[in-house]
């Protein structure tokens, strides 16, 4: 059972880089800094410059943006289809937020550009969540920001 916070009903938004808002883009920047730069203490060059080209995935509390992720298409990060970026704000992790930001993520990604495959790159303590979501391990462990990683993939099931 979640802890007590359902998103059945939640607004899942799904924007290009040119469709956002200063102050969406100023609050999606604000957590991942906030997330992975201080909470994990990993100094890294988060502006790679792909935010330009993505479609940014968010839901908003209360006017907040309390989760997010970055899409690509191929060609960009990967040759595949990718979801990366994937964060929840600490006060709505454990309420299953972060496997509906990823379902959905997956959803979009395979209904509006009929993606076959979806490639992540998962860190490594959180390798059981993307399992759990239907994606598996295709490369050996290997750092990334001296953070342990995984590449893992996401195939469309046949029909």
């Known amino acids: ?3 007590g916070k359902f998103y059945l009903m939640m607004n ?3 924007k ?3 469709e956002l808002t200063t102050d969406e883009l100023y609050d999606i920047l604000q957590l991942r800094a906030k997330i992975f730069v201080v909470e994990q203490n990993c100094v890294y060059n988060d502006l790679d410059g792909l935010d330009k080209v993505a479609f940014h995935q968010f839901v908003k509390i209360d006017g907040k ?3 997010y992720s970055r899409l690509l298409k191929p060609g960009t990060r990967f040759p595949d289809f990718s979801i990366g970026r994937l964060i929840v704000a600490e006060s709505e992790r454990g309420t299953g937020l972060g496997i509906q930001m990823m379902e959905e993520a997956k959803a979009f990604i395979l209904k509006k550009w009929q993606a076959k495959r979806i490639k992540i790159s998962a860190q490594k303590y959180l390798r059981k969540f993307y399992e759990n979501l239907g994606f598996v391990v295709v490369t050996d ?4 920001d001296n953070i342990p990683h995984y590449g893992m993939s996401y195939e469309r099931e046949k029909i």
């Open 1 to 3: 059972m979640l802890a």
């Open 12 to 14: 899942f938004e799904f």
């Open 16 to 18: 290009h880089f040119t």
């Open 65 to 67: 943006i309390v989760a």
């Open 141 to 144: 462990e290997y750092l990334e």
